[in-house]
């Protein structure tokens, strides 16, 4: 729905505390072998290859005609593993104490089968990966395992983390800073509900904002999240209800979203805020969808639904260009969703030593909508909405992965289109080794009639590490970036799993027929920098530790070296 959100606050101190390594956690399997009879298969981990894939490591019974579920035994593990010496210590011994592991039915809520059920090993490969999303989890391994009736015993292995953190915290990328305090529960009172409270300050605002967020109200499939912020430019509010598309096999999905949002926006000029205004959202939405099967593992999900949008803008004192005019939408809308069931478990790609859930097939996603002058008293407008993504392995060890975006109005009265954004972007792997890899990213994306609100930038906080925040601005923009990738799996301190990266961008944002500020130089920039995976809090984020110098630097208002200290979802 394009809320801006940051990406770039590193809870550095709270992982420093509370983080450290899995050692292996991910390779247990069933311990009860002495008790096997004489048609149980024996499990066997096998090497990984220069995949990275770990889809053997953990071989299930095959499914047969009337063979069921017979029990349904948890092995929770708490945070810390003291029967280590490394982790046999008295802060990790009281972190377990003090910890309250998950909730046995919060566990089950996620699972897609029952004692009873018809056994189906698909449904228990989605119920490791549903389980791997959850937040109060660092990993989860299901096994099962044939008695002597040929039925199936399953056991479901997951491991806490520690989710009661103070949010501590500072970054600093394209030469701005960000900071927050407070802190975030993310498995409140072990009933994986997330409390979060914090002051924040970045580039754009200060202010304080409260998260509630339940992915499972009373333990049901119901889906409830609501968050309000205060801040010096405004206030925002956020409420959704949803019965969401939980599984494939979710035959229907409704919500209701209400979101309302007043804040100070700026427009950069060669990294320089040069202009700001005031915007204040309003937005409404339900919807409600249908999900069917298709041939060869497809599935296919279409929604329809109702909006109600406005965007109002308004002069401030600091405001120094021209604002843009009030949009009013409202419409129906259908959507839909193509994707192919083709997952497989990989790990050194995204993160360091953690399970990771990668799909080969195909994401088809599309919307269309529109809004007519006789409801939303405004131009008619055709909204669309299309995204594509795909990976595939070329090789025994080549990975590419790529996506495409689109979206933007049609404008009945100005015949033309309004506010089209197109973004593409192809990643390659080439894996040398099991901790060694080659990356590389392209990344083109193109805009056309962008209203005065908006602007397609480029700098230190989209790709280009050596220069500041939002640097260049135009029309159109390319991004490369080459990577030589290390995922050393070294325990520092034990408290992270360790990579490093050697990097080189180059990138242009232009107009096609004005100046932009910069002449539409090629801007390139080279750096090293540390990667940090905690495994006890926070996990599923890395922390970069980069520092990038700028290539043929020519301009005086760029830094010789930028220092950038970041949080992202990913390498």
Same mark, same amino acid.
């Given at each position: 729905?394009?809320?801006?959100?940051?990406?770039?606050?590193?809870?550095?101190?709270?992982?420093?505390?509370?983080?450290?390594?899995?050692?292996?956690?991910?390779?247990?399997?069933?311990?009860?072998? $002495?008790?096997?009879?004489?048609?149980?298969?024996?499990?066997?981990?096998?090497?990984?290859?220069?995949?990275?894939?770990?889809?053997?490591?953990?071989?299930?019974?095959?499914?047969?005609?009337?063979?069921?579920?017979?029990?349904?035994?948890?092995?929770?593990?708490?945070?810390? $593993?003291?029967?280590?010496?490394?982790?046999?210590?008295?802060?990790?011994?009281?972190?377990?104490?003090?910890?309250?592991?998950?909730?046995?039915?919060?566990?089950?809520?996620?699972?897609?089968?029952?004692?009873?059920?018809?056994?189906?090993?698909?449904?228990?490969?989605?119920?490791?990966?549903?389980?791997?999303?959850?937040?109060?989890?660092?990993?989860?391994?299901?096994?099962?395992?044939?008695?002597?009736?040929?039925?199936?015993?399953?056991?479901?292995?997951?491991?806490?983390?520690?989710?009661?953190?103070?949010?501590?915290?500072?970054?600093?990328?394209?030469?701005?800073?960000?900071?927050?305090?407070?802190?975030?529960?993310?498995?409140?009172?072990?009933?994986?509900?997330?409390?979060?409270?914090?002051?924040?300050?970045?580039?754009?605002?200060?202010?304080?904002?409260?998260?509630?967020?339940?992915?499972?109200?009373?333990?049901?499939?119901?889906?409830?999240?609501?968050?309000?912020?205060?801040?010096?430019?405004?206030?925002?509010?956020?409420?959704?209800?949803?019965?969401?598309?939980?599984?494939?096999?979710?035959?229907?999905?409704?919500?209701?979203?209400?979101?309302?949002?007043?804040?100070?926006?700026?427009?950069?000029?060669?990294?320089?805020?040069?202009?700001?205004?005031?915007?204040?959202?309003?937005?409404?939405?339900?919807?409600?969808?249908?999900?069917?099967?298709?041939?060869?593992?497809?599935?296919?999900?279409?929604?329809?639904?109702?909006?109600?949008?406005?965007?109002?803008?308004?002069?401030?004192?600091?405001?120094?260009?021209?604002?843009?005019?009030?949009?009013?939408?409202?419409?129906?809308?259908?959507?839909?969703?193509?994707?192919?069931?083709?997952?497989?478990?990989?790990?050194?790609?995204?993160?360091?030593?953690?399970?990771?859930?990668? $799909?080969?097939?195909?994401?088809?996603?599309?919307?269309?909508?529109?809004?007519?002058?006789?409801?939303?008293?405004?131009?008619?407008?055709?909204?669309?909405?299309?995204?594509?993504?795909?990976?595939?392995?070329?090789?025994?060890?080549?990975?590419?992965?790529?996506?495409?975006?689109?979206?933007?109005?049609?404008?009945?009265?100005?015949?033309?289109?309004?506010?089209?954004?197109?973004?593409?972007?192809?990643?390659?792997?080439?894996?040398?080794?099991?901790?060694?890899?080659?990356?590389?990213?392209?990344?083109?994306?193109?805009?056309?009639?962008?209203?005065?609100?908006?602007?397609?930038?480029?700098?230190?906080?989209?790709?280009?590490?050596?220069?500041?925040?939002?640097?260049?601005?135009?029309?159109?923009?390319?991004?490369?970036?080459?990577?030589?990738?290390?995922?050393?799996?070294?325990?520092?301190?034990?408290?992270?799993?360790?990579?490093?990266?050697?990097?080189?961008?180059?990138?242009?944002?232009?107009?096609?027929?004005?100046?932009?500020?910069?002449?539409?130089?090629?801007?390139?920039?080279?750096?090293?920098?540390?990667?940090?995976?905690?495994?006890?809090?926070?996990?599923?984020?890395?922390?970069?530790?980069?520092?990038?110098?700028?290539?043929?630097?020519?301009?005086?208002?760029?830094?010789?070296?930028?220092?950038?200290?970041?949080?992202?979802?990913?390498?």
């Amino acid at each position: 729905m394009g809320f801006k959100q940051s990406h770039f606050v590193a809870q550095i101190l709270p992982m420093v505390l509370l983080s450290v390594t899995s050692h292996a956690y991910a390779e247990q399997v069933l311990a009860d072998n $002495n008790n096997y009879c004489h048609n149980q298969r024996t499990l066997k981990t096998q090497d990984n290859n220069l995949r990275r894939q770990l889809d053997t490591d953990n071989p299930l019974p095959e499914a047969a005609d009337n063979r069921k579920i017979t029990s349904i035994k948890l092995e929770q593990l708490n945070v810390f $593993n003291t029967a280590l010496e490394e982790e046999n210590n008295a802060l990790f011994r009281f972190a377990n104490r003090a910890h309250m592991t998950t909730e046995p039915e919060v566990i089950h809520s996620v699972l897609l089968f029952s004692e009873g059920d018809i056994y189906q090993p698909r449904k228990l490969l989605e119920s490791e990966r549903l389980l791997r999303k959850q937040g109060y989890l660092y990993d989860a391994r299901i096994h099962a395992e044939l008695d002597c009736d040929g039925n199936v015993n399953v056991k479901v292995v997951t491991r806490d983390l520690w989710t009661l953190l103070p949010e501590i915290s500072f970054s600093r990328s394209g030469g701005e800073n960000e900071s927050s305090i407070g802190f975030r529960e993310s498995n409140f009172l072990g009933w994986g509900k997330r409390v979060s409270f914090s002051r924040t300050h970045d580039a754009d605002r200060t202010g304080y904002l409260f998260v509630y967020d339940d992915p499972n109200i009373f333990s049901s499939r119901y889906r409830g999240r609501l968050e309000y912020s205060d801040n010096d430019d405004g206030k925002r509010h956020y409420i959704d209800v949803s019965y969401p598309f939980y599984s494939i096999d979710t035959p229907y999905s409704y919500g209701a979203t209400s979101y309302s949002d007043q804040r100070r926006e700026p427009l950069y000029y060669r990294g320089e805020v040069v202009s700001e205004f005031e915007q204040k959202t309003t937005l409404n939405r339900a919807y409600f969808g249908h999900s069917s099967q298709l041939a060869r593992s497809w599935t296919q999900r279409i929604s329809l639904g109702i909006e109600n949008r406005e965007d109002t803008f308004k002069a401030i004192a600091a405001t120094q260009l021209p604002i843009a005019d009030d949009r009013s939408l409202s419409y129906p809308f259908i959507s839909a969703q193509w994707f192919e069931d083709h997952y497989v478990k990989v790990r050194n790609f995204d993160s360091i030593y953690r399970t990771e859930d990668l $799909n080969l097939g195909w994401n088809i996603q599309a919307l269309l909508g529109y809004s007519s002058k006789d409801f939303s008293d405004d131009a008619s407008r055709t909204i669309y909405s299309l995204s594509l993504s795909k990976a595939h392995y070329s090789g025994d060890n080549q990975l590419w992965r790529f996506k495409a975006d689109i979206d933007g109005y049609w404008n009945e009265e100005q015949d033309d289109v309004e506010n089209l954004i197109t973004s593409s972007q192809v990643q390659y792997y080439l894996n040398t080794s099991l901790q060694q890899s080659w990356y590389a990213k392209v990344r083109l994306q193109y805009a056309k009639n962008l209203t005065a609100d908006k602007q397609l930038t480029l700098g230190g906080e989209n790709g280009l590490r050596g220069y500041p925040l939002d640097y260049q601005i135009g029309d159109r923009s390319f991004l490369v970036s080459l990577e030589k990738r290390y995922y050393w799996e070294y325990d520092l301190l034990q408290l992270f799993k360790v990579g490093g990266a050697a990097f080189y961008d180059i990138g242009r944002a232009w107009y096609n027929d004005k100046d932009n500020g910069t002449n539409g130089n090629v801007l390139q920039n080279i750096g090293v920098g540390l990667r940090l995976a905690p495994s006890r809090a926070n996990a599923g984020t890395v922390i970069h530790l980069d520092i990038a110098a700028p290539i043929n630097k020519k301009d005086s208002d760029i830094d010789s070296v930028q220092w950038l200290v970041t949080v992202k979802n990913t390498f």
